[in-house]
């Protein structure tokens, strides 16, 4: 079945820390889609990125990275010299392959990302 | 940027009582979404919809549950009784083509039922 494993529930890091957050997932099927997600304490949900299968390149942007990696079934997310506007909840997403094309998302449980000044 | 727009924002109703949850997905759109977060929990898949019938429904989304697109452009999700445990964050999501293409979601409901 598919699954997203959210380990860390919550994290405190002191502003200009570097804090990653980890996503382990598990899908039998070999095309799939990643995604996190930001939801900041207004409650919507922010679009950060979107990863194939098959696109197994770290990605970067701005103060964000991302590191797939298949072997380990992980996908995850870096933010470096963290700020107080990126305290949020962080949801990292797979897209259930039975939903055929339309991809249901199968979300984790989050992780709470506190940045103290 | 188009959004996904959704009304209203906060919506309290007792116990018992029917309610709306409307939303406007990106035109051009073709897949529609509703999920469910519950408050302090993960998002939930709720409902797929396409070319005007469901395609997909979660055990959540019992028969109290229903959605339809009336007039082309709105989106609604129907829930008939509420019950306590239907308060949540509802989010309505749409994708043009598949989910390579992405989600955009709306910002949300927050159902109260008290």
């Known amino acids: 079945a598919q699954k997203v494993t959210q380990a860390q529930t919550e994290i405190s890091v002191v502003e200009k820390e570097d804090v990653t957050l980890d996503c382990v997932y598990e899908?039998?099927?070999?095309?799939?889609?990643l995604f996190w997600y930001k939801q900041p304490p207004s409650g919507e949900l922010v679009f950060l990125i979107r990863?194939?299968?098959?696109?197994?390149q770290n990605e970067i942007s701005g103060r964000y990275s991302w590191n797939f990696q298949k072997s380990t079934s992980s996908f995850n997310f870096t933010i470096t010299a963290s700020q107080v506007v990126d305290s949020a909840v962080y949801f990292c997403?797979?897209?259930?392959?039975?939903?055929?094309?339309?991809?249901?998302?199968?979300f984790g449980k989050g992780t709470k990302l506190s940045v103290k000044p | 940027e188009p959004e996904v727009t959704q009304t209203p924002s906060h919506q309290v109703t007792q116990m018992g009582q029917e309610v709306i949850l409307r939303c406007v997905p990106i035109?051009?759109?073709?897949?529609f979404y509703w999920y469910r977060q519950i408050l302090g929990q993960k998002v939930e898949f709720l409902v797929s919809?396409?070319?005007?019938?469901?395609?997909?429904k979660s055990e959540i989304f019992d028969d109290q549950f229903s959605v339809e697109r009336p007039d082309g452009s709105n989106f609604t999700l129907k829930i008939r009784s509420t019950k306590l445990e239907d308060s949540a964050m509802y989010f309505c999501?749409?994708?043009?083509?598949?989910?390579?293409?992405?989600?955009?979601f709306g910002s949300g409901t927050r159902l109260t039922v008290v």
């Open positions: 997403a797979l897209s259930d392959p039975y939903g055929g094309s339309q991809g249901n998302l199968i």
């Open positions: 899908t039998r099927d070999t095309t799939y889609y």
């Open positions: 990863r194939n299968s098959f696109d197994e």
């Open positions: 035109s051009n759109h073709l897949y």
């Open positions: 919809f396409y070319n005007n019938e469901i395609s997909e």
């Open positions: 999501a749409s994708i043009y083509l598949g989910v390579g293409y992405g989600y955009t």
